[in-house]
């Protein structure tokens, strides 16, 4: 038991390696500097969101059937080759390679981590802290981001290579806790024809689950919208002209308002039930893009402070209500299925960011962006609302 309860803090250790992105915060001026348009860098981010959308549901499978340690052991092995990647880069087609092995990286994480993280609670008795203790997973991966920003930006007034390169001794660390970690007892998925268990339960999810259905469709949406300002932020910290080694501490204080958010959301599940904490931080990420849109200022970062801070308290709070609607024998692939369509959607949208950011003026491309998703949004309201009593509540 004891091992299994070791779980716990080496699946926090795990998430802040995982999340020690050094040249996160001086990623668009690095690529710049390798010759990219910002036209291209929207495009990598494309494909690194494509790989994780092919990749997402079949990982998620493969954490089910395959093992959530094995599944994360190998997610480390792709996270230390991009950094490879990234250090050695020197153009367009290097840095789609990159995206590609990053987007297979995190999609073999994405839901196995929750997965596993539940499963091990479960077998402790202790699976009604899992919001909690997810939402502290959260905070320790972005406090990886913070203090990997932080030295990121400090080393990249040096040299932006060598930025790349410092992330590579994290995810090393990331692979030996990995290797540590002890698989819980859980049902497993036994069928042979995998790829038709798989689609069955794709089909479940999001054509006869219309509780899950809806709480996936406002995560995926929300989730792409807040993505789509991380990578506005460093075109709008040059526009007000912030200087470069800045831009880690910039991005600490991002980190620290995803934490802020996830706080939050903790102390206000205890007040408001959990359907009235789904739409009230929509709407507050709806109308960060309208605040946004019309600053041209210094003061705009704190409406881009608001409106990615959101994700911190709509993560662990729609996991939390999806691992209540599912059995350990489907867990993890109903929550990729949620990230799958969150990617899926950012995919999609980011020939369109990159074609309206170089288009028009940025204030007019974060505008559009914010009118296009206030639409998409509607119509998830209301089938929010043909199951508001089917949703689950912890008050």
Same mark, same amino acid.
């Given at each position: 038991?004891?091992?299994?309860?070791?779980?716990?803090?080496?699946?926090?250790?795990?998430?802040?390696?995982?999340?020690?992105?050094?040249?996160?915060?001086?990623?668009?001026?690095?690529?710049?500097?390798?010759?990219?348009?910002?036209?291209?860098?929207?495009?990598?981010?494309?494909?690194?969101?494509?790989?994780?959308?092919?990749?997402?549901?079949?990982?998620?499978?493969?954490?089910?059937?395959?093992?959530?340690?094995?599944?994360?052991?190998?997610?480390?092995?792709?996270?230390?080759?991009?950094?490879?990647?990234?250090?050695?880069?020197?153009?367009? #087609?290097?840095?789609? &390679?990159? /995206?590609?092995? @990053? *987007?297979?990286?995190? =999609?073999?994480? +994405?839901?196995?981590?929750? $997965?596993?993280?539940?499963?091990?609670?479960?077998?402790?008795?202790?699976?009604?802290?899992?919001?909690?203790?997810?939402?502290?997973?959260?905070?320790?991966? #972005?406090?990886?981001? &913070?203090? /990997?920003?932080? @030295? *990121?930006?400090?080393? =990249?007034?040096? +040299?932006?290579?060598?930025? $790349?390169?410092?992330?590579?001794?994290?995810?090393?660390?990331?692979?030996?806790?990995?290797?540590?970690?002890?698989?819980?007892?859980?049902?497993?998925?036994?069928?042979?024809?995998?790829?038709?268990?798989?689609?069955?339960?794709?089909?479940?999810?999001?054509?006869?689950?219309?509780?899950?259905?809806?709480?996936?469709?406002?995560?995926?949406?929300?989730?792409?919208?807040?993505?789509?300002?991380?990578?506005?932020?460093?075109?709008?910290?040059?526009?007000?002209?912030?200087?470069?080694?800045?831009?880690?501490?910039?991005?600490?204080?991002?980190?620290?308002?995803?934490?802020?958010?996830?706080?939050?959301?903790?102390?206000?599940?205890?007040?408001?039930?959990?359907?009235?904490?789904?739409?009230?931080?929509?709407?507050?990420?709806?109308?960060?893009?309208?605040?946004?849109?019309?600053?041209?200022?210094?003061?705009?970062?704190?409406?881009?402070?608001?409106?990615?801070?959101?994700?911190?308290?709509?993560?662990?709070?729609?996991?939390?209500?999806?691992?209540?609607?599912?059995?350990?024998?489907?867990?993890?692939?109903?929550?990729?299925?949620?990230?799958?369509?969150?990617?899926?959607?950012?995919?999609?949208?980011?020939?369109?960011?990159?074609?309206?950011?170089?288009?028009?003026?940025?204030?007019?491309?974060?505008?559009?962006?914010?009118?296009?998703?206030?639409?998409?949004?509607?119509?998830?309201?209301?089938?929010?609302?043909?199951?508001?009593?089917?949703?689950?509540?912890?008050?």
């Amino acid at each position: 038991m004891s091992s299994i309860r070791s779980n716990i803090g080496k699946l926090y250790v795990l998430n802040m390696m995982l999340n020690a992105f050094t040249i996160v915060p001086v990623l668009v001026p690095f690529l710049q500097s390798n010759g990219l348009s910002l036209h291209q860098i929207f495009l990598l981010q494309g494909v690194y969101s494509f790989s994780w959308v092919v990749a997402d549901i079949p990982t998620g499978y493969l954490a089910d059937v395959w093992g959530r340690k094995k599944t994360l052991i190998t997610a480390c092995i792709f996270f230390c080759l991009m950094a490879i990647g990234y250090t050695f880069g020197t153009d367009f #087609w290097h840095f789609c &390679a990159c /995206a590609i092995l @990053l *987007g297979i990286g995190v =999609a073999l994480t +994405s839901g196995t981590i929750e $997965a596993l993280t539940y499963d091990t609670l479960l077998e402790l008795g202790k699976e009604k802290t899992f919001r909690k203790v997810c939402g502290n997973q959260n905070i320790t991966g #972005w406090l990886g981001v &913070a203090g /990997a920003g932080i @030295l *990121g930006g400090l080393i =990249a007034s040096y +040299s932006f290579r060598m930025s $790349a390169a410092v992330m590579l001794l994290f995810f090393v660390v990331g692979l030996f806790t990995a290797l540590s970690l002890r698989e819980p007892k859980r049902h497993s998925l036994t069928q042979k024809g995998h790829i038709k268990t798989m689609m069955r339960i794709f089909s479940d999810t999001l054509f006869h689950h219309p509780v899950q259905r809806s709480i996936i469709l406002l995560f995926s949406l929300i989730g792409a919208l807040t993505f789509s300002l991380v990578w506005f932020t460093q075109p709008y910290q040059t526009l007000v002209h912030m200087p470069i080694y800045l831009f880690g501490i910039a991005n600490a204080v991002f980190m620290v308002g995803l934490i802020a958010a996830t706080k939050s959301a903790q102390y206000l599940e205890k007040r408001l039930d959990d359907r009235w904490l789904l739409v009230l931080f929509a709407v507050i990420a709806l109308a960060s893009f309208f605040a946004l849109g019309l600053t041209a200022s210094v003061y705009g970062l704190l409406f881009l402070l608001i409106g990615r801070s959101t994700y911190g308290a709509l993560n662990p709070l729609t996991a939390d209500m999806i691992n209540r609607l599912t059995t350990s024998d489907r867990r993890a692939t109903v929550l990729s299925i949620r990230t799958f369509l969150y990617n899926l959607m950012f995919s999609f949208a980011s020939p369109f960011l990159g074609y309206i950011a170089g288009a028009f003026s940025l204030n007019e491309a974060i505008l559009i962006t914010g009118i296009a998703g206030t639409i998409l949004a509607l119509p998830i309201f209301l089938l929010l609302r043909s199951v508001w009593h089917e949703l689950p509540v912890r008050v």
